[in-house]
């Protein structure tokens, strides 16, 4: 993984070599490198508006750094490039007690590591909106990633300690709102025959319309009988729009997220706990709701609990959209398993946007 919207992304040549850009309120102009046993070192790295990053040990052990530090107190190594900032290191392995070989790992030797079910190729997420000469550019390193991490996993496969030998590793079509960009690379990339294959760079600031375009274009250029995966999305509206267009999984933060604003997602829209209306609201968030927090808990005693500051709120209100999202994808399911889906994204839809608080 590449870190969103970082400064002048660079092709990694070596594999066994990562460097990763920190959160600018913690060390704003440092580039960080993960070493063998847990270890990791710093240099300097002039940019202004780097993003965080995690990194991973030799063990595939995922780290936040919290703490920056020059090696040994130094701070006279300036470095305004990344390439720069690679050979810095292999030059200063012996001084600050590295293998060069070993400094940090590719995602996808972590995702061995770690034995997940799934391994997520390097991509970097370009920044919307980004130029075409950009966007074209990040493509083409998105590409030659792809291609290292599938040769990076048949090594790691023919390895005798690789934990999962089947683990799946999905490619991540890129293009941001470029049509032709994205058809293109979803073209390549197919061609790979990989395990599955994720649709990223979308919901970062594009319009809905803008999103289903770009999947009403790029899902038939990908393996039908392969799974189809929208990173960071989405709303239900959205994961109703994209199961239509043929997307089967999704991620996203928002039922964790917006439960810690005060808000619940329900059958007839979204709720905003916080508002007056519900300081005497005896009801459950969604009346028929099986969560714990519909079982047991009123509105009332949910919103006096978010202005009480009350943890338990915010926790309350991830479970129940959780629940939310989780009972909506087994109906996705079982509508596609009935030929009934557009029927039921019809009513799901209609019930939503009526906003009738049941």
């Not at 046993?37 to 965080?52: K, M």
């Not at 996705?332 to 557009?342: C, D, M």
Request: charged share 25%.
């Amino acid at each position: 993984m590449v870190a969103q919207n970082a400064p002048k992304p660079f092709d990694i040549e070596q594999p066994s070599l990562r460097v990763f850009l920190p959160a600018p309120e913690l060390a704003t102009g440092r580039a960080v490198v993960a070493c063998p046993g847990g270890g990791y070192s710093h240099l300097a790295f002039e940019h202004e508006g780097c993003d965080w990053a995690p990194y991973f040990n030799k063990q595939g052990i995922a780290l936040i750094v919290l703490k920056y530090r020059m090696p040994n107190g130094d701070r006279t190594l300036p470095i305004s490039d990344a390439e720069a900032a690679m050979k810095l290191v292999r030059d200063s392995a012996d001084v600050w007690n590295l293998n060069p070989n070993d400094i940090g790992i590719m995602g996808s030797s972590a995702g061995g590591h770690l034995a997940s079910t799934i391994a997520m190729a390097f991509d970097e997420c370009p920044p919307h909106p980004a130029t075409r000469e950009y966007m074209q550019n990040s493509v083409d390193r998105t590409t030659r990633w792809l291609r290292r991490c599938k040769a990076e996993m048949e090594r790691l496969n023919a390895l005798p300690d690789t934990i999962n030998k089947e683990q799946m590793l999905f490619g991540i079509d890129q293009g941001g709102t470029f049509e032709d960009i994205r058809i293109n690379h979803a073209r390549a990339i197919r061609e790979l025959d990989l395990d599955g294959y994720a649709i990223g760079g979308l919901a970062v600031g594009e319009t809905h319309e803008q999103m289903y375009h770009i999947l009403d274009v790029t899902v038939p250029e990908l393996p039908q009988d392969k799974p189809i995966y929208l990173m960071g999305v989405g709303t239900p509206q959205n994961i109703l729009e994209a199961v239509e267009r043929g997307v089967d999984f999704f991620d996203c933060v928002y039922p964790a997220r917006n439960g810690r604003h005060g808000h619940a997602y329900t059958n007839h829209g979204k709720m905003n706990l916080q508002n007056k209306k519900y300081e005497l609201d005896d009801r459950p968030i969604e009346v028929g709701c099986g969560c714990p927090a519909c079982r047991h808990y009123s509105r009332a005693y949910i919103r006096h609990l978010l202005k009480a500051k009350e943890m338990l709120g915010l926790r309350l209100l991830v479970l129940h959209n959780l629940y939310f999202y989780n009972t909506m994808m087994e109906e996705i399911r079982e509508a596609i398993e009935k030929g009934t889906f557009s029927e039921y994204k019809k009513n799901k839809l209609a019930r939503m946007e009526a906003g009738l608080d049941e």
